[in-house]
């Protein structure tokens, strides 16, 4: 990290890595491994569906949700009560991918609109900026939810390290942190 880094040029930094590592370890899936889910326990997501959930809802479209006030939902979801008041649905709910490809696509995609909003933000509104999230908690800086947002992203794709550890994959920690 170079001296004198200012807060935007972080969140694009970590961004570019997060993006970067999660790319590489999808790239480890087969199409085949997309039904594939942990056989211990109960409640887990699919292969194809965190592929789904990295690619296209764990940063990028909450990154502009903060920057854009555009969190990507129809009027009737976003009125009266709120997405604060929707609960989450069950994994066997949630939309999986159907390829590898299309997972890679999507995660481009997301990244790309990760950093457009990021670099639409005034450097001075990082801190100055707060915002409660729309499924509550407490107000915080922009900061804080962009950089949350890709904490997010993180805590999921080493949910799919994990994943492909369990399946056989000879993985290690430089396969998790990219280094």
């Known amino acids: ?44 997501m699919t292969m194809g569906q965190l592929l789904m959930h990295c690619s296209s809802f764990s940063c990028g479209k909450a990154i502009q949700g903060f920057v854009r006030g555009d969190w990507g939902m129809a009027e009737e979801i976003e009125s009266e009560k709120g997405i604060a008041n929707q609960h989450v649905p ?48 407490p107000e915080r800086s922009l900061f804080q939810h962009l950089l949350q947002m890709i904490a997010h992203l993180i805590q999921h794709k080493g949910q799919l390290f994990y994943y492909l550890k369990l399946k056989g994959h000879d993985l290690n920690t430089s396969d998790l942190w990219g280094v």
């Open 90 to 137: 069950p994994p066997s709910a949630l939309p999986t991918v159907t390829s590898v490809e299309q997972a890679l696509k999507l995660l481009a995609e997301d990244r790309n609109l990760a950093l457009t909003c990021i670099n639409e933000i005034k450097e001075s509104e990082l801190l100055t900026k707060k915002l409660t999230a729309p499924w509550g908690g």
């Open 1 to 44: 990290m170079k001296a004198g880094i200012t807060l935007k040029e972080l969140l694009v930094d970590e961004t570019e890595a997060t993006y970067a590592i999660t790319a590489r370890l999808i790239q480890q899936v087969t199409d085949h491994d997309l039904s594939w889910k942990p056989a211990t326990g109960h409640n887990w």
